[in-house]
């Protein structure tokens, strides 16, 4: 299978790898990182630090000028309109659960949140938890027997008392890249405030929020080859002043007594406490780099890869989850639990992902107790694969 990479070398940690007999097929969990990523991190604690947005000297104005630029830069990167907001979190979970809080004012009894059958916890739990202490509908999305949203059926679920809709881009399971936009314009109409978890899309196709029409866009650095522990959460312009300040503490304040408070609007209202300044520095270059590279190739790269994933795992009769269209496959080898499955390819020195994918609602309708997952980034090649069916091969002729 000759698939080779060239963004390979620019990922020490693959190169690592690469040295200790180690496949990395779990980039959907979290991606490895490049050297421009690295040496942006060096670069800013080698040449001393400071806090942002708050201090009169030399070094915190540095500082500040650096994450702010940092935010001018992701902002491009996500094709954000100018008059848009981005919020610095600690990833797509909290970015989520921020959402949950600071709307929560605006739902009533009786109001419906919509989610689909195939979210991630971090995008089903925050909702599911809101909706349970303030008497709210938790409506589940239907897929069809692809696994895809069907999204006829979605529309047709919106009433009046919709308010939030919340969906993944591409699940991290059934690796459909889902196309939203009639969805996410039916909700406009009815006036629902709308969600994209692009936890996992982000990673294969840059973001256009100037086309992807929804009111928030939420993702996470590490899985975009960046830090770990920062993400970030886009409000448009039009929904920002719907959100109610949801953490408290330092540097979100205009005014504040003993007894009351006035805050900061978006984002720095929203950001309280000492933000991730390296990280999101280190992030922004490490988007500035990507962007740097012949994304087309990228793409077709990720696709070869993707088709013959898809094709070995078929041939070998394994049973695939869904139709997935991007990146990863979920499947299950006929008779053979996935654990011990993922534990001998494991021991091969192969890191695949078996387990219920915190989706553990979505696995139980499939009838499923877990799964493994073969996930794809740009530095896998043909022999990443060869790998991995190799050690398949050798494990399924223990296990069956
Ligand atoms: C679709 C999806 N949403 C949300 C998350 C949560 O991301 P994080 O753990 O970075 O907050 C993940 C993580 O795997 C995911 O795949």
Redesign the pocket.
């Given at each position: 299978m000759f698939l080779p990479s060239p963004w390979r070398q620019f990922f020490p940690g693959i190169l690592a790898f690469a040295e200790q007999q180690q496949v990395w097929l779990d980039s959907?969990?979290t991606a490895q990182k490049p050297q421009s990523m690295l040496d942006a991190l060096a670069q800013h604690y080698q040449q001393g630090v400071a806090n942002v947005h708050r201090a009169q000297h030399q070094p915190g104005e540095r500082a500040t000028r650096a994450f702010e630029n940092a935010r001018s830069s992701i902002a491009k990167w996500l094709q954000a309109d100018a008059q848009d907001t981005l919020i610095f979190t600690k990833?797509?979970?909290?970015g989520i659960n921020l959402l949950s809080q600071a709307l929560a004012h605006h739902l009533q009894a009786g109001d419906e949140i919509l989610i689909s059958a195939y979210e991630?916890h971090?995008?089903l739990l925050p909702w599911q938890q809101l909706a349970l202490a303030r008497g709210l509908i938790l409506k589940v999305l239907p897929m069809d027997t692809d696994g895809h949203l069907d999204i006829d059926q979605a529309i047709a679920q919106l009433s009046t008392r919709s308010r939030i809709v919340a969906i993944?881009a591409?699940?991290?399971v059934v690796g459909h890249k889902q196309s939203l936009s009639a969805l996410l314009s039916a909700a406009r109409k009815i006036g629902a405030w709308t969600v994209i978890?692009g936890?996992?899309a982000a990673v294969h196709e840059r973001p256009n929020l100037q086309q992807l029409d929804c009111d928030f866009f939420v993702c996470?650095a590490?899985?975009v080859y960046g830090p770990d522990g920062v993400?970030l959460l886009f409000a448009r312009e039009r929904a920002v002043p719907a959100l109610r300040h949801w953490q408290f503490g330092g540097e979100m304040v205009r005014h504040c007594d003993y007894q009351h408070a006035e805050f900061l609007p978006a984002p720095l209202g929203f950001e309280p406490g000492t933000p991730s300044t390296a990280n999101i520095i280190a992030f922004a270059a490490t988007l500035e780099w990507l962007q740097s590279l012949d994304s087309q190739a990228i793409a077709t790269h990720e696709a070869a890869l993707h088709a013959a994933l898809l094709q070995g795992l078929q041939a070998r009769g394994m049973q695939i989850i869904g139709s997935p269209n991007c990146a990863l496959v979920s499947f299950n080898a006929p008779q053979v639990h996935h654990a011990d499955l993922a534990l001998l390819l494991g021991e091969q020195g192969i890191a695949v992902r078996a387990g219920h994918h915190?989706a553990m609602p979505l696995l139980h309708s499939l009838g499923l107790a877990g799964a493994l997952r073969v996930s794809l980034a740009m530095y896998n090649n043909g022999d990443d694969l060869q790998r991995f069916f190799a050690a398949l091969d050798q494990a399924l002729e223990i296990l069956q």
């Open positions: 959907a969990a990833g797509t979970t909290e991630h971090a995008n993944s591409l699940s991290n978890d936890a996992q996470s590490h899985k993400g915190c």
